[in-house]
């Protein structure tokens, strides 16, 4: 069943839950090994750990328990889908905002795909219009590399929210440690947002904006684009009309590194290690550049230089593909 956003439109109208942010996306691949070296050798995570028995692979550099998840297509979550989106993932404050946001949203006739205990986080899951699934979660552990890393083998109970009692702790980290990996051609802070193509963008919108509960930031759901974002403010993810020559489905992943200087040096050893670059643009907002991974799912790899959502009102849509 897929998530069902059928609360009205305006600013007034109701939402259910809250993120603070963008917490992770998960990528169905090909080849999890092969994706996992890529993630470590290229993007500049570290791997954080292993799920062999279901070909899944996690990767963070300490901002959370994994910045990006790999699951492989034919294994039990990958379920033969090609590669691409398996889900983007927004994180709440604690345990118990998750159960009573479910709550409500069940009482008002919002259906979800499944709920999931994930040892160190529940998780809620749900998808848009056009069907791409997002998570809602909560950590329910702080010392999250103490609970999972190496190879895991545990297996996930069944859990519904309030099967349990809820965690009122606030269990992410506020400053984490975010560790560099010196030999990897990129260093980035952490995956900050995702961008959606959309058929349906005006039913996604609203799930965006009132089931997961995201603010829009910039357009609303008969804009040719839309930004929306958690409570700590950033733009966790951009929404855009499918056109011709844009196939709806993700358009890529963005990841923050630490400046200008280090991005420069990242393309030389881009070029040096025989990587190709997609594009590379250089606005007085951002300067970022796109590259994609064994499976050409694409990602940016930027800087801001004005990250206020006023750069964007005005740019044409193309534009703004490059500044989300």
């Known amino acids: 069943m897929k998530a069902k956003a059928t609360t009205s439109e305006g600013p007034e109208a109701q939402t259910f839950f809250r993120p603070r942010r963008l917490g992770h996306v998960n990528l169905v691949v090909d080849d999890v090994d ?32 994994h910045d990006i998840g790999l699951v492989e297509s034919d294994g039990p979550l990958g379920q033969g889908r090609p590669a ?41 899951y749900g998808c848009d219009a056009d069907g791409n699934q997002y998570e809602v979660y909560a950590d329910v552990i702080r010392d999250w590399r103490q609970a999972r890393h190496g190879i895991v083998t545990k297996p996930k109970p069944d859990w519904t929210p309030g099967s349990t009692p809820p965690n009122g702790e606030k269990n992410y980290h506020r400053d984490p440690e975010i560790r560099r990996v010196e030999d990897a051609i990129f260093h980035p802070l952490r995956t900050t947002h995702a961008v959606l193509v959309l058929e349906n963008f005006e039913r996604a919108f609203e799930t965006y904006r009132t089931v997961v509960g995201l603010s829009p930031l910039i357009g609303d759901a008969d804009s040719d684009f839309a930004v929306l974002g958690g409570t700590v403010g950033e733009r966790d993810i951009g929404l855009f009309r499918a056109r011709r020559g844009r196939a709806p489905g993700l358009h890529h992943v963005g990841l923050r590194v630490w400046s200008e200087t280090d991005l420069e040096n990242s393309l030389k050893r881009l070029a040096e290690a025989g990587h190709e670059i997609e594009a590379a643009f250089d606005h007085p907002a951002r300067r970022g550049v796109y590259i994609k991974d064994p499976d050409g799912i694409r990602l940016q790899f930027y800087v801001d230089r004005d990250s206020s959502a006023g750069t964007l009102r005005h740019c044409d849509e193309e534009t703004a593909l490059y500044l989300v």
């Open 84 to 124: 691409g989106l398996n889900h983007t993932a927004f994180e709440l404050e604690t345990e118990v905002e998750l159960v009573a946001d479910y709550d409500r949203a069940i009482a008002a006739g919002i259906e979800f795909d499944r709920t999931s205990d994930h040892d160190i986080a529940h998780a809620v």
């Open 34 to 65: 092969r994706s996992m070296d890529f993630y470590m050798e290229v993007v500049g995570l570290e791997e954080a750990y292993r799920r062999p028995k279901v070909k899944a692979g996690f990767l963070s550099n300490g901002n959370t328990h």
